[in-house]
Every structure is written in structure tokens, then in C-alpha cells.
């Protein structure tokens, strides 16, 4: 048997942790959610029967179907849901990544 001696402490990781932008994610998150929302408002304009964009109506407060105001008000749903979607995750991912990481 080798003679083998186990060292037994704790090593500090040099790496930083991971950092997201809160701003940049929650702008990100709120773009993408306003252009799906639109693709697929567009998509029951275009096609309506093919009923692919009707949970839009579902989720979204005080959507009536295809007017100007429920476009309007879908949109802006979609800025505001996204966003707060990617600003809460980044921030707990920042606080997670200092905390464990």
C-alpha cells in the first residue's frame, strides 16, 4: 500500500461569480414576449381558423379578440409581464450565483 497523506482544507475559488443585467434581461425578455404576441395576433388576422393564437386570449387581461384595443393592450401586457419576468429572474439568479456560487 503507497503512502498516501490526505490534506484536508477548504479552497476559495478564484472565479467570480456569475453576474447577469437585470435591465438588459428584462428588456430582453420584454421584446420577445411583445413580438410573439404579435406574430401570433398577425397569424389570427391572417388565419383565424386555424385557432394556433387563442390562448393569448385566454392569459391576457381584457383581450376581446382581433380589434385595435385588444392589440394595444396585448402589447403592453407583453412589455410589462416580460419584463417583470426577466428583471425577478435575473435578480434572483445575481443573488443565488453570490450567495452559492
Known amino acids: 500500500m503507497a503512502n498516501t497523506i490526505l490534506h484536508v482544507h477548504s479552497v476559495k475559488s478564484l472565479v467570480t461569480p456569475a453576474h447577469v443585467s437585470v435591465p438588459v434581461l428584462g428588456a ?23 385557432g394556433v ?15 385595435l384595443r385588444s392589440v394595444a393592450l396585448g402589447f403592453l401586457q407583453s412589455v410589462v409581464f416580460g419584463g417583470y419576468a426577466g428583471t425577478s429572474t435575473a435578480a ?5 450565483s453570490r450567495r452559492f456560487g
Do not use: R
Open 28 to 50: 430582453t425578455l420584454a421584446v420577445f414576449a411583445s413580438i410573439s404576441f404579435l406574430l401570433c395576433m398577425l397569424l389570427g388576422f391572417v388565419a383565424p381558423e386555424w
Open 53 to 67: 393564437h387563442k390562448p393569448w386570449l385566454q392569459f391576457y387581461l381584457g383581450l376581446t379578440g382581433y380589434d
Open 92 to 96: 434572483i439568479f445575481n443573488f443565488i
